[in-house]
């Protein structure tokens, strides 16, 4: 190429570089560029979030799934505004691609490294999503519903639906049975404030020390504190007060789930996470319990999805057990959430418990078969 040549070309991009109009659409083009980047992460990060939170009756998505399709519509995006920048011509939309694309393997490879480096990160960001406390979400929002429907009322998120702390209060009430002073109706957030220390102030009469949770964080939606405080909540009123052979709360509770389990093969309780991930501690607890309604034998531990899928289902559809986990979620993590299955355990104890109680407190007729052989 002859020195004119390479004059040519040199004035014709400073001519370009220099043109008003292609410096305008070029900015244009960067910034709304980074403000679909921006939504688009930011919208994905936040509907994520909330998918993993629901109740889910099918199988969870992959991680990776998400990360493939997130990438997809990055691509598709932005041909789309490179299309738009050219008038819509399919025409200059494959001149271009195959410009910067096909004819620079060099620059095109350089590229390959910070769209590497991008992609592991979004990986990380949907891993980090995927372990969120999706499961301590689902279990103790189940849990609380579970209370609140005896009067008719439901939460749906759980750091947004107690902030004005009526239904608080209102769980307080039902799961103690006793009454909580009269909340204010109205709609400032003094009157927020007011509604939720009422609640802190009742945990703490049962001898609770609530550590660096106040009313204004729980206000405010922290979700966090909200859930540390569910926590409290479940441990005072549904784990505490269990009591077998001389250990309570958690330990009672172990205990009680290792005595039950005992008879069965290939169960082995001896923690609340990965002794329940083949799902067959659920199964024999329930069979146990109530032997008609599961076919134990049956069980193969290497099917945890079917197990686990199998305890849910006979529990919420005899045992009036709502189901607070997610099979897929217990299955695709190393360690499950102990405190979701501490809280959905207690829920089969006392359950079975108060099945008992009722049994006793009743005649035994000679037609009437219920295998308790005690709560402990």
Same mark, same amino acid.
């Given at each position: 190429?002859?020195? /004119? ?6 004035? %014709? ?7 008003? #109009? ?13 403000? =679909? ?54 025409? #200059? ?10 004819? %620079?393997?060099?620059?095109?490879? %350089?590229? #390959?490294?910070?769209? !590497? ?9 949907? =891993? ?21 429907? @005896? ?38 957030? $003094? ?6 220390? +009422? ?8 001898? =609770? ?14 979700? @966090? ?10 441990? /005072? ?12 709360? @958690? ?15 290939? $169960?082995? $309780? ?8 083949? !799902? ?19 069980? /193969? ?13 006979? #529990?919420? +559809?005899?045992?009036?057990?709502? %189901? ?7 299955? !695709? ?44």
């Amino acid at each position: 190429m002859d020195c /004119r040549r390479l004059e040519q070309i040199f004035n %014709k991009h400073t001519r370009l570089c220099l043109d008003p #109009a292609v410096a305008m659409a070029s900015s244009r083009l960067k910034y709304m560029s980074l403000g =679909v980047l921006v939504f688009q992460t930011t919208s994905l990060v936040l509907t994520m979030r909330y998918s993993r939170t629901l109740q889910s009756d099918g199988p969870r998505y992959l991680a990776s799934s998400a990360v493939v399709v997130a990438e997809l519509l990055k691509i598709l995006t932005c041909v789309m505004l490179v299309f738009k920048e050219h008038s819509y011509s399919m025409r #200059a939309l494959n001149s271009i691609l195959r410009q910067e694309i096909a004819h %620079k393997p060099m620059e095109t490879l %350089k590229l #390959a490294i910070p769209s !590497g480096i991008y992609t592991l990160q979004n990986n990380l960001l949907y =891993v980090a999503l995927s372990n969120l406390d999706a499961a301590t979400y689902q279990t103790f929002t189940a849990w609380c519903n579970s209370h609140l429907r @005896k009067m008719g009322v439901q939460i749906e998120n759980i750091e947004e639906d107690f902030r004005d702390g009526l239904k608080l209060m209102l769980l307080l009430e039902v799961i103690s049975g006793e009454r909580l002073p009269k909340p204010e109706r109205g709609k400032m957030r $003094v009157h927020f404030v007011s509604n939720v220390n +009422k609640a802190l102030d009742f945990i703490a009469s049962k001898g =609770v020390k609530l550590v660096s949770i106040g009313a204004e964080e729980i206000v405010d939606g922290n979700a @966090k504190m909200t859930l540390g405080m569910i926590w409290t909540i479940i441990l /005072r009123f549904a784990i505490q007060d269990i009591s077998v052979e001389e250990t309570s709360a @958690k330990e009672g509770l172990l205990l009680w789930c290792q005595r039950k389990t005992a008879p069965y093969k290939n $169960v082995n $309780v001896q923690n609340f996470h990965i002794s329940w991930k083949d !799902g067959l501690a659920f199964n024999a607890l329930i069979h146990r319990h109530r032997p008609e309604l599961i076919d134990y034998d049956k069980l /193969r531990k290497d099917d945890p999805l079917t197990n686990l899928n199998n305890a849910f289902d006979v #529990a919420e +559809k005899y045992l009036d057990i709502p %189901k607070m986990l997610d099979a897929e979620d217990i299955v !695709g993590t190393a360690r499950p959430d102990e405190k979701a299955i501490m809280t959905y355990v207690s829920s089969f104890y006392h359950a079975f418990s108060g099945a008992q109680k009722d049994q006793q407190s009743r005649a035994p007729g000679p037609q009437q078969v219920f295998h308790t052989d005690g709560p402990c």
